[in-house]
């Protein structure tokens, strides 16, 4: 038998350069099978001892990606090197296996700077910029020092996170090591400042660096567009010999993104007629934001045909940009028709959601449930949008459906959805409804986000509960921002508390939190609900000299309503003279209003006038002028006014009343007789007028504005459809239940007075909404204080 001999010295030396460059050229190639024939040889040949030759195949697996060869070389190689060490240690790394990464790390006997820096850009790639921050801190303290690769990668990092002391921190090693002037490492230290928002340090570094190339200038360009600095970041594009596509995406982007769309395409066709860069999927995206934004929708359909004749890629994010240019730009049928083509499966939320607005602006909300339905799993976004949708378009009850099914099958509701759910039950003033979301909001750990808390006070508000809207104001704490303030100095003015909006508004001067115009509207409004003139007067002074707030023309209403109310009339006329907007018909309205609470004939001839001039149907013009006729016992003028408002075939507006009870609505009008507990709901009303009368209740009949005998006013005025609803509430309810009585007039003189009785009759508390504000009836009395 004979013995093979063993290839001497210069023969393995020989054999193993030659297949080491063969392997390196096999890396360069990426062609696995001349590196398998390689590794064949090695064997063959009994090479696979030499640690030299192992780890450049060790190498060449890990580069090819044949990671179970990498794992097997490695654990067949008799002695490792830290070469080896790292080569494998990258692979994992690179591949996302952080624990294999993690173990392979531990047991390095002596991890270097490649090392270190190995598991550095691991978590980098994986998004874990803390722990990369981590591991350069660890690797410091270890006394390993960084290479100019470890500081790009963890001030990438740093700039990731924004941690600005960190990236601090970072410079001042590279200044010690003397790297600030490599071009590789001043950028990433350059990027980190302008991303973590110190542009002062960066215009530093920026400044000092004697050798700049594309991405420093880029960098700048960005940071400056990012923060609104436009003229900054133009003179730097136009400093560059030769912009490429990233300093034509950071103007075009930075324009769009400051609301300058105009001037963003503008920039976008300079480049498609003065340079040799090619559009990307950043430019197209931003320049069809940019269409979609001033809803042009002829010049977004001019880039969209450019975009075909160009053979440029309309895929991904550049396909949705596209969807939602036309469904934001009136386009949605061919919205519609790219959706159609491409399938639901590639829409992106943002892309959905621009379709479904897209359908709701036309009022055709089937469409965007079609497409949803089709969602493979729609986000909580999706879900929000669509359930905003319904709301919307007016469809209450498929809305909280839809969220009702979202609790049950979909995503988690966030603060979002909460708050636009709310303003739903809002709109439907349902406080059943509400408390059963607030409940839900409490198990989702909702209940204290701003939005939520703000949409949870409106909702309390305008299902006349403004015990409970005061306490969630209180419970929102430090939290509360303008809005917060707003929305409660709002639910107070209207539910008559107007000295503890007043309060609440001068609290929040006191705290420095500058009032909007509609923190405004809810200060003035207040004042005129309880009579504080002079106040008002001081607060409207307030808004223009010093909070420079331009009024609008629902301050001025707001003003007018305050004089009105007063009495101040012809103060209130010669206030609407001098405005310095066209008075419009809330204008003329609120003064006419006030002309009839204060039977001034002659104004209110002039404000009726006014208003029709404005609005020529205008059914609440012809009512207030008649009825301030009839209250001033000038019946045949009152006749004419009306018999007018019949030939013209304007329909005056009619009175009625609801209430939900079991979450069903009942609702009534003056002498309904088609309720289905009709016989009951007036034997009840018979009788409580019968006690109220023997407590000394006296019907107004001047309310009654009707040439007609005393007893049929009676009749009339006993048979309106507050009263009508509030005997059928009595009659449902328990006994110890608030009364919530909705209308969707003002209330009349007569059934406010009778409510304050009967309020005391029956012991319980009555709050009636009508269009102007709330009115607490407890123990015959009310919030207003009677003047409303």
Known sequence: MGITKPPCISSYASHSDLYADVLQSAIKSRDPFVGRSVHARIIKHGLHLGVFLMNNLLNFYAKTGSFSDVHRVFAEMPLKTIFSWNTILSAYAKRGNFEAARRVFDEIPEPDSVSWTSMIVGYNMLGRCDNAIHMFLRMISCGVSPTQFTFTNVLASCAATEALDIGRKVHSFIVKLGLSSVVPVANSLLNMYAKSGDSVMAKVVFDRMRLKDKSTWNTMISMHMRFGQLDLGLAHFQEMTDPDIVSWNSIITGYTHQGHDVKALEVFSLMLNSSSSKPDKYTLGSVLSACANLENLKLGKQIHAYMVR??????????????????????????????????????????????????????????????????????????????????????????????????????????????????????????????????????????????????????????????????????????????????????????????????????????????????????????????????????????????????????????????????????????????????????????????????????????????????????????????????????????????????????????????????????????????????????????????????????DTDSVLHDLDQEVKEQILRHHSEKLAIAFALLNTPGYATLRIMKNLRVCNDCHSAIKYISKLVGREIIVRDSTRFHHFNDGSCSCQDYW
């Open 310 to 699: 160009a053979n440029l890629d309309i895929s991904g994010a550049v396909r949705n940009a596209l969807i939602l240019m036309y469904a934001k730009a009136g386009g949605i049928e061919i919205a519609h028709r790219i959706v159609d083509i491409i399938g639901i499966s590639n829409l992106d939320v943002i892309a959905f959601t621009s379709l479904l607005d897209g359908f709701v602006k036309i009022g055709d909300i089937n469409p965007a449930r079609d497409i949803f339905d089709s969602l493979e799993y729609p986000d909580v976004v999706a879900w929000t949008a669509m359930i905003v949708g319904y709301a919307q378009n007016g469809l209450l009850s498929d809305a909280l459906d839809l969220f009702r099914k979202m609790v049950r099958e979909g995503p988690k509701p966030n603060n979002y959805t909460l708050a636009a759910v709310l303003s739903v039950f809002s709109s439907l003033a349902s406080l059943g409804h509400g408390k059963q979301l607030h409940a839900t909001a409490i198990r989702l750990q909702e209940a204290s986000s701003i939005s939520v808390g703000n949409a949870l006070i409106t909702m309390y508000s305008r299902s006349g509960s403004i015990r409970d809207a005061r306490k969630v104001f209180k419970q929102i704490c430090s939290n509360k921002n303008k809005l917060t303030w707003t929305c409660m100095i709002i639910a107070l003015a209207q539910h008559g508390f107007g000295k503890d909006a007043v309060e609440l508004f001068d609290t929040m001067l006191k705290l420095d939190i500058e009032p909007d115009q509609i923190t405004y509207v809810g200060v003035l409004s207040a004042c005129s609900h309880v009579g504080l003139v002079q106040q008002g007067k001081s607060y409207f002074s307030l808004m223009k000299n010093v909070h420079h707030i331009e009024p609008t023309s629902s301050h001025y209403a707001c003003m007018i309503d305050l004089l009105g109310r007063a009495g101040l009339l012809e103060e209130a006329y010669h206030f609407i003279k001098n405005m310095s907007v066209e008075p419009d018909v809330i204008a003329w309205g609120s003064l006419l209003a006030s002309c009839r609470v204060h039977k001034n004939v002659d104004l209110a001839k002039v404000a009726a006038e006014n208003l029709l001039l404005l609005d020529p149907n205008n059914s609440g013009a012809y009512s207030a002028l008649a009825n301030t006729l009839s209250a001033c016992g000038r019946w045949k003028d009152a006749a004419m006014i009306r018999k007018a408002m019949k030939d013209r075939a304007v329909k005056k507006e009619q009175g009625i009343s609801w209430v939900q009870i079991q979450n069903k609505v009942h609702i009534f009008g003056v002498e309904d007789g088609l309720h289905p507990q009709r016989d009951a709901i007036y034997k009840m009303i018979s009788k409580i007028w019968t006690e109220i009368k023997k407590m000394g209740f006296i019907p």
